[in-house]
């Protein structure tokens, strides 16, 4: 009978180690579930809140590709103007230099006309010179005239009483 008890006793160790395996995963099981489930909870969040950031972040983006667009056009425009601006500003730069190559020449054609003028400044020098003596001397004239005429008038005032006239 040591046989029989063997056998019984067997399937009862079997069915306490199943139980106690039992046991065994389900408290790991227990604790594995108190770390998991508020971890996927947090995941969960965490992974909405990152869906929310990136939604923001690509309609962000899309304004502002919107904007550089606006910008890109109305700065394509502003550089058209700047460009017809700039070959006006050649134009006119060209047309100065062609006046000025030709006020250079009739500057090289005064030059002569400069020596004559410095020739005519002597000689207008000496001119006034000239009118001056001339001035001089008709006032020495009218001192002469006026004395004359003090020296005259009294024997005619004399004269003059006696002519009816």
Known sequence: MSNASET???????SAGYARLSEVFESSARRWELIVYPSLFAFIILAAYGFYLIYNLARDVHYLAISVDTNMTTLSSNMQSVSENMGQLTANIR?????????????????????NLDSMDGAIQSMTQATHTMGRATQ??????ARMNHNFGRPLSFMNSFIPW
């Open 8 to 14: 019984a006793e067997a399937p009862t160790d079997a």
């Open 95 to 115: 047309a100065m230099t062609v006046t000025m190559d030709s006020i250079d020449n009739k500057v090289a054609t005064l030059e002569p006309m400069l020596a």
């Open 140 to 145: 020495y004239m009218q001192v002469d005239m």
